[in-house]
């Protein structure tokens, strides 16, 4: 059974978290702040954290700078009222993982948990195997039907982050955020270019594909 944090300083919704992750079969663990969750985190083994932002004295984006700093890769949900692009921008350079705006969604809380958890095990093994296609991280290669090719580092990292997390949908920003420099001013359309040679790289493939959903971004899936 995986042991999920809730670190929110609300105590009701600190107790309608507990209750939706006990429900469906999560050990929950709490803490009403920063300070407390550190102290938990020394005397208990945790593999997800569910967290808010908005704290008294310790915020979320200091705990999870000082998680990251120290080293610890354990998956963070940050979860938030702070809805602009500039909150969130602050999130993933602190170190988050995925980013929720409240009020949260019990069921997408769940399914991103359950992302972030099948995340965290690809990350261990550093390696991906859809069907008969098998993506190694280190090396950053792909392997099918028994032949391996290297990717094109943007490129590798691209395919990588969609097929860990199967079927979920991701804006063109998104991506930009997380695989290119914040900071940088190159254009979102930098992802379409990719993702194109992606699609003629493994057009022939059997195992997954990748879909445009109109209007929101890109999906990897595996093939039936």
């Known amino acids: 059974m995986f042991n999920i944090m809730v670190v929110e300083d609300d105590r009701n919704t600190r107790r309608l978290m507990e209750t939706v992750l006990i429900q469906n079969g999560y050990n929950a663990v709490s803490a009403c702040d920063g300070e407390e969750a550190l102290e938990l985190m020394d ?15 310790m915020d979320g984006f200091q705990f999870t700078r000082i998680l990251r700093e120290g080293g610890c ?19 993933f350079l602190s170190g988050t993982d995925d980013y929720m705006v409240k009020p949260v969604d019990e069921e997408e809380m769940l399914l991103r948990i359950n992302a972030l958890l099948r995340r965290a095990k690809i990350a261990s093994e550093r390696c991906i195997v859809v069907g008969n296609t098998k993506l190694s991280y280190d090396s950053m290669t792909v392997e099918q039907n028994g032949e391996s090719s290297e990717l094109p580092q943007k490129e590798f ?18 991506l930009m955020d997380e695989l290119w420099d914040m900071e ?21 493939n059997s195992d997954f594909e990748i879909i445009t959903v109109r209007g929101l971004g890109y999906k990897a899936v595996a093939r039936q």
């Not at 005397?43 to 004295?57: N, S």
């Not at 691209?158 to 199967?166: A, D, E, G, P, V």
């Open 184 to 204: 940088s001013e190159t254009d979102e359309r930098t992802v379409d270019v990719h993702i194109n040679r992606l699609r003629e790289r493994f057009k022939y």
């Open 73 to 91: 890769d354990i998956p963070i949900l940050m979860v938030t009222a702070r809805e602009t692009h500039a909150d969130k921008r602050e999130g």
């Open 157 to 174: 990292m691209l395919i990588f982050k969609l097929l860990s997390y199967q079927n979920k949908v991701f804006t063109r920003r998104q």
């Open 43 to 57: 005397k208990k083994q945790i593999d997800l954290i569910v967290l808010d932002v908005m704290m008294p004295g």
